[in-house]
């Protein structure tokens, strides 16, 4: 940690030092857009990079900063500086807005209706008769710092790299924290982020308004470097172009927006004086150029530039070059806030005559059980017998056709999976849901979600950090619970099957459950994984810990469970203990075809 800080030292005093050395002005001017590129690329790595959501619009939300402070400072002589908060402030708004149309829609309808916004945008600033329509705004005032003119490129170079460095550090903070954590959570689907009572809409919203706010930023410091503003760099070929900075930089890395923002912005100018040369015309062959590198790139690189780069930096320094871990610093760290606990013997679930249709087809009929206080529960059944949906109906992964789910004398069927989260209901998924890029430790702590307050902009000003101790804390007491503290710093797609299923039962203790709800947790395991695993179990319940157990292994469940409750077709065939489940004629019909 300290030689990567020595390493940002260096390049911070190296970028710092270039203005005032005999350097070509072309260099700080090429310079100067890349800073204004890196800006908006950054809020790209944040919103499809890391959240998995794809727009081609950020041109415009970079017009909208620029012409905001255009027409505010020459019409009305506001100061640039003011200019800067209304621009941010009616971003948000708008952003907002087409946040609430287009961030619902899935697949390729939202990269369209950024295209659709995008160009929306783009005409109204092009139209607009108090902005000049296409011939723009001219005599953009320069920027005054404590009385220092910053009209020459040299000077304004400071603030464009100031301000680019600071939204760099503003979101790697942000990436590690607990709503980092929820914002990575987004792109590997909502079921596992909802289950673990995050908000995934509100997320993604807030992703969406911040990398508009960054693409606005950087608009406003174009206006007052150019000195004037058209509608041309606004448009759609633009905003493709900052999406093919972040691709090709590394679009899940906040380094590779300044990798991108730097080789293209470089490469293009020098393509441009050569290609028509080659080619003996003039045109716009580098775009021809970029398309071939960007195909190449995702068959070569599909993680980008930065990524290879960094490795390649790694090597060849050596043994000097650290391994990446989280310090250890939470020791004595105050516990996380705990839920009221039922009592051993209360009634905790009452599933009463659940139905699900899917059309015609009903999918559970008319299933009732209970749960109380300190038991294991089975749910078991052949293949299609109606387990699966019968778990998600009371998860809320599901709506209820009819019946009625009761967790601790509270109707929650209809409830969303995270308010029914939200009221100490924790579960595991029959296909392993993890985070592979992160570490045990940090997808563990991923489940003290709800037990945390602090947000966006605590975590990127680094005012979260007590919080942060206490939730990696509880974390690594519950890894340690199941026996995997030693693998916490591991990255989670490392792991086998058995461990990986382990760890997402710590992430579901995390929550601080009062009931755990495993779905198939010893499937695909081996006969010691499995053995491994029931004595976790066992250990869970020793310290009062309710389960339910939705699982196939038979063995598995007869040794562990104290009653079990057997499906078939989607109705309740049989509910007892093993014993009874064992010896009875209808079980073994279902599972057998017969009753000998």
């Known amino acids: 940690m300290l030689l990567r800080n020595r390493l940002f030292l260096a390049l911070v005093v190296l970028l710092a030092s270039l203005p005032v050395l005999p350097v070509p002005e072309f260099w700080i001017t090429q310079l100067n857009y890349v800073g204004l590129y890196a800006i908006v690329s950054l809020g790209l790595v944040l919103l499809t990079g890391v959240s998995g959501l794809t727009s081609f619009g950020q041109a415009a939300f970079v017009g909208l900063g620029a012409y905001t402070s255009a027409w505010l400072s020459t019409a009305h002589g506001v100061s640039p500086w003011l200019t800067l908060w209304v621009g941010v ?9 087409l946040a609430a149309i287009t961030l619902r829609m899935s697949g390729h309808y939202l990269p369209l209706a950024t295209i659709a916004w995008g160009l929306s945008l783009y005409y109204a600033m092009s139209n607009m008769e108090f902005l000049g329509k296409y011939d723009g705004i001219l005599g953009v005032p320069a920027m005054n710092l ?18 680019a460095l600071l939204a760099a550090i503003a979101v790697i903070h942000l990436l590690d924290s607990r709503a980092g954590r929820a914002i990575r959570a987004l792109k590997g689907g909502t079921t596992m982020a909802e289950a673990m009572g995050i908000s995934t809409y509100r997320y993604k919203v807030l992703v969406f308004v911040i990398a508009a706010v960054l693409a606005a930023v950087s608009g406003w410091l174009f206006a007052h470097f150019q000195r004037t ?3 041309s760099p606004f448009g759609l070929n633009k905003g493709i172009e900052y999406l093919f900075m972040a691709v090709l930089g590394g679009v899940g890395h906040v380094w590779g927006a300044f990798t991108g923002a730097a080789v293209v912005k470089l490469v293009e100018d020098q393509l441009q004086v050569i290609l028509p040369k080659l080619f003996g015309g003039n045109g716009n062959y580098e775009i021809i150029v970029f398309g071939i590198v960007l195909v190449v790139v995702l068959k070569v690189a599909p993680q980008g530039l930065f990524p290879g780069l960094a490795k ?11 391994p990446t871990q989280r310090v250890r610093d939470w020791d004595g760290a105050p516990a996380l806030p705990e839920r009221d606990k039922p009592v051993a013997g209360e009634l905790l679930l009452d599933v009463q005559a659940v139905r699900k249709q899917f059309g015609g087809l009903v999918a559970v009929n008319d299933v009732s059980f209970t749960i109380r ?13 109606g387990k699966s949906t019968t778990f998600n109906l009371i998860t809320g992964v599901l709506g209820l056709t009819r019946g009625q789910v009761l967790f601790r004398g509270q109707p929650v069927g209809g409830l969303s999976s995270r308010e029914i989260a939200e009221r100490g209901m924790s579960r595991t998924f029959q296909h392993v849901k993890m985070l592979p890029d992160m570490t045990v430790l940090e997808n563990v702590a991923l489940g003290g979600y709800l037990r945390s307050r602090h947000g966006v902009f605590a975590a990127m000003l680094r005012l979260d ?3 942060e101790k206490r939730l990696f804390a509880e974390a690594e007491r519950q890894l340690a619970r199941i026996g995997m503290a030693g693998q916490m710093h591991e990255l989670a797609g490392n792991l086998a ?21 495993l779905d198939e947790p010893a499937a695909g395991l081996r ?9 976790v179990l066992r250990q869970l319940k020793a310290e009062g810990m309710s389960i339910l157990l939705v699982e196939h292994d038979m063995d598995f469940v007869m040794n562990l469970t104290d009653r079990i409750v057997v499906m078939e077709f989607g109705t309740k065939l049989i509910e007892g203990t093993p014993q009874d489940v064992q010896q009875s004629p209808a079980v073994r019909a279902a599972y057998l075809g017969t009753e000998h």
């Open 312 to 322: 390649a930096f790694g090597a060849i320094a050596g043994r000097w070059m650290p």
């Open 89 to 97: 402030a009616l971003t948000v708004v708008v952003a907002l807005v």
């Open 146 to 163: 404590f009385g220092i003119s910053l009209a020459s490129g040299r000077s304004y170079y400071y603030l464009i790299w100031l301000v």
């Open 229 to 231: 503003v058209n509608p």
């Open 373 to 385: 206080a300190g038991e294991i529960i089975g749910l078991i059944g052949p293949n299609g017998a």
């Open 497 to 517: 099957l058995g461990p990986a299923r382990l760890m997402e039962i710590a992430r579901a203790l995390c929550t601080d459950p009062a009931l755990l709800l």
């Open 465 to 467: 950090r007590d919080e």
């Open 527 to 535: 006969h010691k994984e499995k053995q491994a695993l029931a004595e």
